[in-house]
């Protein structure tokens, strides 16, 4: 061996020292890994291990680290999982100046390879959803249910003779968007919610932003994301073909608010009027307009289809709970029709909502957040700065320090529960808390859980009024799938439907 060549070995083998060194000393490296070796390099390994089988992980991460910190290799960073009802507190306290809900989103999502980053750092968008949905729920449920009885009649052609089959996340996804975008984009004037290929486009949007996810996650530099995105971004694609569809109703809004300033008859009240008035005082393109209401539509669809089928799922597969869901929503629907008030008195409903989306949940964490510098919580963990950190949420929900026989669907739990004494809004589905979080928890707790619950809860219960339903086969529920933290209903699960004659 050369003197050359012993120098260049010893170069490496020193680099490789400090490396290790480095690596060991960060505070990062103290906090313990599930799954396999954190070890540079071997931890892909790790990272493999989450996207075969993610539950298992957390599960066991939560068994052994109970009230503490777990980390899970993802194949571009290191994922802290917080467990215990006090360490996710803390979490919940904490600004977004030491804990940022924005970073920890875009560290996943990296929409800023994809979207720009526009959408993120100005969420105003955000803000119409907490204000403006909310506060015209009444107005809009009606037209909600409207809307629903259009688009189940069309996506679900069962009559009360002969059973039909169907998979259920197909037209389920068709008839959220539908109801989504009545609210969204409006009716009667404008039909683009009802255009066929807008809808597909809406709907294609909520996967495209999965995919683009996953491939700029999968990919270790920042070049080779930044290249993805600039050319091949599915999510950037459905934006530009959705344009000519939105388009027109926003030149003729535009001219509108020209025309008239803030105020005139009969002027729009839905998410893209109140998305185009804040648009054009920040002065933004019309494409941004686009790209927000798409965001809305990802929301919206993504979550509310995945909990009402998995919910459909789960009555389907326990036939027994449908009468007594019938005996609240008749009598309730009679005397005062499908209004925001009558909905709000479905307690079973709700606590049936509630109690599925705690046993599937749509995903394995909550509360994501990025440390904007180094933190310490109480136990004493140390997260290095600009590490995503996550609470574990499905591990939680089945602990059965905060739900007795967690592993049992109770549909009727909440609903039990809120009629204790000074209980009646803590159980509602809508509510957040540190041991039920399907909404996150805190500052940054999902904006439109309002219109989502109040949608879910009169799209189950038109279902249950106006149909029989049972699982087709033999009777099983079909299993839920994880994909690294997502959870999704069994996309070729299928339930037969048989129409009912109601007066409702």
Not at 266 to 291: C, F, H, P, Y
Not at 352 to 381: H, P
Not at 454 to 465: F, T
């Amino acid at each position: 061996m050369t003197d050359v060549q012993t120098v260049l070995y010893a170069l490496l083998a020193l680099a490789a020292a400090v490396y290790v060194h480095r690596w060991r000393t960060v505070p990062l490296s103290a906090i313990p890994t599930v799954g396999g070796p954190s070890a540079p390099i071997l931890s892909f390994w790790t990272a493999s291990k989450f996207m075969l089988d993610p539950r298992a992980l957390v599960m066991e991460g939560y068994r052994k680290f109970h009230g503490s910190v777990f980390k899970i290799a993802l194949p571009d960073m290191w994922l802290v999982v917080l467990t215990g009802s006090k360490l996710v507190d803390e979490l919940r306290k904490y600004g977004d100046d030491m804990m940022s809900f924005t970073g920890g989103v875009e560290a996943l999502i990296q929409m800023r390879f994809t979207l720009g980053k526009t959408a993120l750092d100005q969420q105003f968008h955000v803000e119409i959803i907490r204000d403006r949905l909310m506060r015209t729920l009444v107005t809009v449920m009606p037209e909600v249910v409207d809307e629903l009885t259009v688009a189940i009649a069309e996506y679900l052609p069962a009559d009360d003779k002969e059973w039909v089959t169907v998979k259920p996340m197909e037209f389920i996804q068709r008839m959220v968007a539908r109801t989504s975008n009545r609210a969204f984009v409006g009716l009667p004037r404008c039909t683009v919610g009802r255009n066929k290929e807008f809808l597909e486009l809406a709907i294609a949007f909520t996967f495209n932003i999965f995919k683009d996810k996953l491939i700029i996650n999968a990919l270790p530099f920042e070049f080779m994301k930044t290249f993805y995105g600039k050319h091949f971004s599915q999510a950037k694609k459905s934006v530009r073909e959705a344009s000519p569809y939105l388009q027109p109703l926003i030149d003729e809004r535009r001219a509108l608010l020209a025309e008239h300033g803030d105020e005139w008859p009969g002027k729009a009240n839905d998410m893209l009027q109140w998305t185009l008035e804040q648009a054009i005082q920040r002065n933004d393109s019309d494409e941004d307009v686009v790209s927000r209401v798409l965001l809305t539509n990802f929301a919206s669809i993504h979550s509310t289809s995945t909990s009402l089928t998995m919910a459909l799922y789960d009555l389907a597969a326990a036939p027994e709970y449908i009468q007594p869901l019938r005996d609240e929503i008749e009598p309730i629907i009679a005397a005062q029709g499908w209004k925001k008030a009558a909905i709000h008195k479905m307690y079973k409903v709700d606590s049936f909502l509630k109690e599925s989306q705690r046993v599937n949940g749509i995903g394995l964490f909550c509360m994501t957040r990025m440390a904007m510098k180094d933190v310490t919580f109480s136990d004493g963990t140390v997260i290095p700065k600009d590490t995503v950190v996550v609470a574990g949420m499905y591990p939680m929900h089945q602990d059965e320090e905060f739900y007795p026989n967690a592993a049992t669907f109770d549909p009727f739990r909440f609903s039990r529960m809120r009629e204790l004494d000074g209980e009646g809004t803590m159980h509602q589905f809508v509510h957040t808390s540190v041991e039920y979080s399907a909404w996150s928890h805190g500052k940054h707790s999902c904006p439109g859980r309002f219109f989502a619950a109040n949608e879910l809860k009169a799209m189950l219960a038109y279902i249950v009024v106006h149909y029989d339903l049972k699982i087709a086969g033999d009777g099983g529920r079909p299993e839920n799938q994880f994909l690294g933290a997502s959870i999704f209903p069994n996309p070729n699960g299928e339930i037969m439907f048989r129409k009912r004659q109601t007066s409702v």
